[in-house]
């Protein structure tokens, strides 16, 4: 009886903790929501989304890249995002905060805004941006001191912070090839219609299914962006493998 009692005790005072801790985390979002929605429509739009990421220092995507996966994250929120999907913003979080850590050169030396905007358009041109303006995005979002010039580190940095942009951005490219009906989302059916063009192997075919299915966290039959995000790193080395070969000839095929 005793120990019964203690349980049913435990237990509530576990559920309140766990309320607790969601409302804290609801209250973050709720912060970041109405401190990023600078327009007050209630929904936060690609330059919003933008800003958010940037400012805190989660990472950076271009407006045309935010543009592209936001119809993706809120399906149905008509190109931008409404509170209650902001949540599906993590697994993007998680890939643009990837970072390796940097030896950074000394505090004094600096580039000028021209140069630093030229320099970041040679190394990822065609990869990120598609054209020198859309480099002044990125121009905008940094601090220049009164002569215009940027920490040399602060290159660096953004840099580095770019790789994980090309990351998510590719892993955009391998979910657009297989949403084949262009909903957003990718089924089963539509891999396996993918696999018999690309003329895989039955044993592939199978393998392939049931690593899909491992992407469906939710089980509604349907792996949404976030869901890929957050799954790929779950895919065991032979499952990657599958993938990468089937991707690869699928471009081919497809292109
Ligand atoms: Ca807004
Ligand atoms: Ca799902």
Not at 133 to 139: N, R
Not at 185 to 205: G, K, P
Not at 212 to 222: E, L, P, T
Request: glycine fraction near 4%.
């Amino acid at each position: 009886m005793c120990v019964l009692r203690f349980i049913e005790v435990n237990s509530t005072l576990n559920s309140i903790e766990t309320n607790s801790k969601a409302d804290d985390v609801n209250g973050e979002w709720q912060e970041k929501f109405s401190k990023y929605d600078t327009d007050k429509n209630g929904l936060i739009s690609a330059t919003e989304l933008q800003k958010l990421l940037f400012n805190e220092s989660i990472g950076f995507v271009t407006i045309k890249q935010a543009t592209n996966y936001i119809p993706l994250l809120d399906r149905g929120g008509k190109g931008q995002i409404r509170f209650d999907h902001l949540k599906k913003i993590e697994p993007i979080m998680a890939i643009l905060s990837q970072r390796k850590t940097l030896s950074l050169v000394d505090d004094k030396k600096t580039i000028s805004s021209t140069d630093f905007q030229k320099l970041l358009y040679e190394n990822f041109k065609q990869t990120i941006f598609e054209s020198l303006e859309e480099v002044e995005e990125i121009i905008d979002l940094i601090n220049k001191d009164e002569n215009g010039q940027i920490k040399y580190n602060k290159f660096m940095e953004i840099e580095n912070m770019l790789k994980a942009t090309l990351q998510l951005d590719n892993l955009f490219e391998v979910f657009s090839i297989f949403d084949t009906d262009k909903l957003g989302v990718v089924t089963v059916d539509a891999v396996q219609a993918l696999m018999e063009i690309a003329n895989s192997e039955s044993d592939d075919f199978e393998k392939a299914t049931e690593a899909i299915k491992k992407f469906d966290k939710n089980g509604d039959g349907v792996i949404e962006f976030s869901e890929f995000l957050q799954n790929i790193d779950n895919l065991n080395e032979d499952e990657f493998s599958i993938f990468e070969e089937f991707t690869k000839k699928l471009s081919v095929t497809l292109f």
